[in-house]
């Protein structure tokens, strides 16, 4: 079995302000773990992932991930909030693909504001 | 771009009427989804295919059904759409290393 719990529905932050997304997973498995995002009436885009290399993972627009295995933890950050990062934010939980589909997971999502 | 195209992008239908909802992709993948995405709860699965003919339920198939007679197609339908069913659904295609998903622009349903 496996879950996935975004701690923060929604999250706002000065532009140029640090962005910090929570997120925390339970797995039976070793885990891949994604961060997408989705900018109103559009369709989900990965931010990055995680897939059992480095546990500092850095994806698109300056938001990076740090897997912290004994936190069971994958929080998405970024150095300095840019007004483009409003979105919502979710964080997917995934077995390996061949123990089938029913493993991806997603949170329920975080929306970050961004203040002018 | 990942070469997923939903269809219709907007509908709008009445109680009790059949829906379908088309998914098409250009890259040949064997996995395909659909979800629905709500306000408070993240997107949720309704059903999946891991090859042409073979699909199986995920958490909130009930209403509805799908096909998949050809790799390129993945076809939801509602046989008779509630008011519940007004939603934005959206097809996605994973990578079969990872699990990575890519997704459509999502299909607006909206069921008076």
């Known amino acids: 079995a496996q879950s996935v719990t975004q701690l923060d529905s929604h999250v706002s932050v000065s532009e140029g302000t640090p962005v910090l997304l929570r997120c925390n997973y339970s797995?039976?498995?070793?885990?891949?773990l994604f961060w997408y995002v989705q900018h109103p009436n559009k369709g989900l885009q990965l931010l990055l992932k995680?897939?059992?290399?480095?546990?500092l993972v850095k994806g698109i627009n300056g938001f990076e991930a740090e897997f912290k295995k004994s936190e069971t933890s994958f929080h998405l950050t970024k150095p300095s909030a840019h007004m483009s990062d409003a979105a919502e934010y979710f964080c997917?939980?995934?077995?390996?693909?061949?123990?089938?589909?029913?493993?991806?997971?997603f949170g329920t999502g975080t929306r970050l504001t961004i203040i002018p | 771009d990942a070469g997923i195209t939903q269809s219709p992008r907007h509908k709008v239908t009445e109680t009790g009427t059949p829906v379908t909802l088309r998914c098409h992709q250009t890259?040949?993948?064997?996995?395909m989804y659909w979800y629905r995405q709500d306000p408070g709860h993240g997107l949720r699965l309704i059903h999946y295919?891991?090859?042409?003919?073979?699909?199986d339920k995920g958490e909130v198939s009930d209403g509805y059904s799908v096909s998949r007679s050809k790799t390129e197609d993945f076809l939801l339908t509602l046989e008779s759409a509630t008011s519940s069913q007004t939603s934005v659904y959206f097809c996605?295609?994973?990578?079969?290393?990872?699990?990575?998903?890519?997704f459509g622009e999502g299909s607006r349903l909206t069921v008076l």
């Open positions: 996605a295609i994973a990578t079969e290393v990872t699990g990575e998903l890519f």
């Open positions: 797995s039976s498995y070793s885990p891949s």
């Open positions: 295919s891991y090859g042409v003919k073979d699909t």
């Open positions: 890259e040949n993948h064997r996995y």
């Open positions: 997917v939980v995934s077995a390996p693909i061949n123990f089938g589909n029913e493993k991806l997971t």
């Open positions: 995680y897939t059992s290399a480095a546990t």
